[in-house]
């Protein structure tokens, strides 16, 4: 089975937006004009199987909207990952950062080269998001760091 990545575009936002919606996950902040910095996973068949995408604010990028589908190889998630990085540097960002309430995926982050931060470690900008505002309202989030 051949995967393929890719930035999303103009003509992916609605079913990007679907595919987010029927992981429970927001779709707020996912416009025209933000799509570039989002990737899609698609299976040989064209299929939307998984997603990664970015807020940018100024030189930082919070991560968002991760969604794989049962059965993608870790590998997979890897190279979304990767891929990811990738686009963060050709927008010049210097740092990436991720909120997650899953404690199980921490070794995963820890093996991508995320560090561990306290809230107050976050950037000024992202407070203007309101995607960031309701993470910080989620007791348990816990936030990790990657220098570019």
Not at 106 to 113: D, I, K, S
Not at 122 to 139: A, G, K, T
Request: net charge negative; charged share 30%.
């Amino acid at each position: 089975m051949q995967e393929l990545i890719r930035k999303a575009n103009s003509r992916d936002l609605n079913t990007l937006k679907e595919f987010l919606t029927r992981a429970n996950l927001g779709t707020e902040g996912l416009t025209e004009e933000t799509i570039d910095s989002f990737l899609m996973l698609e299976n040989e068949k064209g299929e939307l199987i998984g997603s990664l995408g970015m807020e940018v604010y100024e030189k930082y990028g919070m991560l968002r909207s991760l969604v794989v589908t049962t059965g993608q190889a870790e590998k997979d998630i890897f190279v979304l990952f990767d891929q990811m990085v990738q686009l963060a540097k050709e927008k010049g960002l210097k740092c990436l950062f991720l909120a997650t309430n899953k404690k199980g995926a921490l070794p995963f982050f820890y093996l991508m080269g995320f560090v561990n931060i306290e809230r107050e470690e976050l950037p000024e900008e992202f407070y203007r998001s309101e995607h960031i505002r309701q993470v910080l309202n989620v007791d348990n989030s816990l936030f990790l760091k990657f220098n570019l």
